[in-house]
């Protein structure tokens, strides 16, 4: 399973950012995808997650202010970012797994456990 992200880069506070996240078919067809996120000296934390029904799962650091979505002509995952925050500073990670395992209790996880594949991560930087 083969991940690759792109789209981070520097922005100011109040600005916005779109990650995109690219895979395989079978992948991007068969598998939840998530974005992940980890700033230096804090553990990854889940961002979003979205399954492959469509169905949608937000820290809650993040609701109302970022959004996860597919676009299946080009086989890709994104995550829009709005009103980024200093805290929002971290380098991001795309994640994929079976619904085996990132679908926890009925819902998709955001628990770094939950998910076997990741991308190499985008920098995300957000200047105060």
């Known amino acids: 399973v083969q991940l690759v992200e792109f789209g981070g880069g520097s922005v100011q506070a109040g600005g916005s950012l779109r990650l995109s996240c690219t895979a395989s078919?079978?992948?991007?067809?068969?598998?939840?995808m998530a974005w992940f996120r980890q700033a230096p000296g804090k553990e990854r934390e889940g961002v979003a997650a979205?399954?492959?029904?469509?169905?949608?799962n937000y820290a809650d650091s993040v609701k109302g202010r970022f959004t996860i979505s597919k676009d299946n002509a080009t086989l890709t995952l994104y995550l829009q970012m709005n009103s980024l925050e200093f805290e929002d500073t971290a380098m991001y990670y795309c994640?994929?797994?079976?619904?085996?395992?990132?679908?926890?209790?009925?819902?998709?996880?955001?628990?770094?456990?939950?998910?076997?594949?990741w991308g190499q991560g985008t920098q995300v930087t957000v200047s105060s």
């Open positions: 994640a994929a797994d079976t619904e085996g395992f990132s679908v926890v209790a009925g819902r998709i996880s955001l628990g770094r456990k939950d998910y076997r594949y």
């Open positions: 078919y079978y992948t991007y067809s068969s598998y939840s």
């Open positions: 979205i399954n492959r029904a469509g169905s949608t």
